[in-house]
């Protein structure tokens, strides 16, 4: 990683300061086989024209994918998404090597890092920190703002309520120490239901979180696919969502039809309702973006 160079990206806080009109972000993640790797290289190409304002990576729980997380992020930077945001977990890292990492970031030109504490490994219900490592990611907000303080720095919000909070409300307590300690916005776990959503604003409104939140969607692309991403995030699938995708039977152009189309009405509703942008779980696909453009299409010809 190039050391030397400064912060060239802009920061999606002030980008948010200053939009005019909602944003549009982007999910991908770093494939593990050749098949996904096409996958990833195709969506990247197909996807370039709909000119998301940012994009994100995710950093898997292994050495290998943390590696993987950067080769995908300077893959994005040559087809010239700006800025592109990597995301950092506490999982297997001391301080210092979070604090060598945070450096060789910083070094390559990143502004921006959805911070994160992490999932357990699989198994097991409880994270455990490593040895001299961090056990949330307030820590590594604080880490990350007293090493660079011109990173800005995004976190995790969970609408439908994270498996491991003590209650909603201790939940918000500690999202609003995640602010505190230097994050400029919140990205949400993906939710099927807006209801869920505008729950959360109202418990943000009430803890005095202030940051602009920017709703996770995620499209069903099959009932198997979704069923088994929600599972892992805990996010529910509205029964009349599910009866949809199983009346779609083997039919997988229908299932995605079906599941495009619903999270279609989700953003229009969303973005009717005011929200600063839209962040798409596209995970290394080109047809999720479709929900988004469809539903700017509905808003343009609906419009008195
Ligand atoms: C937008 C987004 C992107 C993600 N990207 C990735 C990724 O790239 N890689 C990956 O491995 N995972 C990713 N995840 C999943 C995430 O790592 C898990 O949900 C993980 O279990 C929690 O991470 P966190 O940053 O929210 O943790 P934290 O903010 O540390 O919170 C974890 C849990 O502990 C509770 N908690 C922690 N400290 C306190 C405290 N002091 N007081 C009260 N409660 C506390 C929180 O309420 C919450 O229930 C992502 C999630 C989202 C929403």
Redesign the pocket.
């Known amino acids: 990683m190039n050391q030397t160079s400064s912060l060239t990206e802009p920061s999606i806080a002030e980008l948010l300061r200053k939009a005019e009109r909602p944003l549009l972000s982007y999910?991908f993640?770093p494939p593990k086989s050749e098949a996904g790797l096409l996958s990833l290289q195709n969506a990247v190409e197909g996807l370039r024209h709909t000119q998301p304002d940012f994009v994100?990576?995710?950093?898997?729980?292994g050495g290998s994918t943390q590696k993987l997380?950067f080769e995908v992020a300077e893959l994005l930077r040559r087809f010239q998404y700006r800025p592109v945001m990597p995301?950092l977990?506490?999982?297997g890292a001391a301080r210092g090597e979070l604090e060598v990492l945070a450096d060789q970031i910083h070094g390559d030109g990143y502004r921006n890092i959805?911070?994160?504490?992490?999932?357990?490994p699989k198994g097991e219900s409880r994270?455990v920190p490593p040895a001299d490592g961090l056990?949330?990611?307030?820590d590594l907000v604080k880490l990350l703002k007293s090493r660079h303080p011109d990173f800005c720095l995004?976190?995790?919000?969970?609408p439908e309520?994270?498996?491991?909070?003590?209650s909603p409300e201790?939940?918000m307590?500690?999202?609003k120490?995640?602010i505190d300690a230097g994050a400029e916005f919140i990205?949400?776990?993906?939710f099927m239901e807006n209801s869920h959503f505008y729950a959360f604003m109202d418990r943000c409104e009430k803890a005095r979180i202030q940051v602009p939140v920017l709703p996770?969607i995620m499209p069903a692309l099959s009932l198997g696919q979704i069923k088994r991403i929600l599972g892992m995030?805990g996010s529910v699938l509205p029964p009349e969502l599910e009866n949809r995708l199983i009346a779609a039977g083997d039919d997988a152009e229908k299932a995605m039809q079906t599941g495009i189309l619903w999270s279609m009405e989700q953003i229009v509703d969303l973005l009717q309702n005011g929200v600063p942008g839209i962040?798409l779980y596209v995970l290394n696909q080109i047809r999720p973006a479709m929900a988004y453009q469809l539903a700017q299409t509905f808003i343009e010809m609906t419009r008195g």
């Open positions: 999910e993640f994100t990576v995710t950093y898997g729980a997380t995301h977990t506490c999982v959805m911070t994160l504490r992490g999932d357990p994270f056990s949330c990611a307030r995004g976190v995790a919000g969970y309520v994270h498996p491991e909070a003590v201790a939940e307590d500690y999202l120490e995640k990205t949400t776990q993906m996770g995030c962040h």
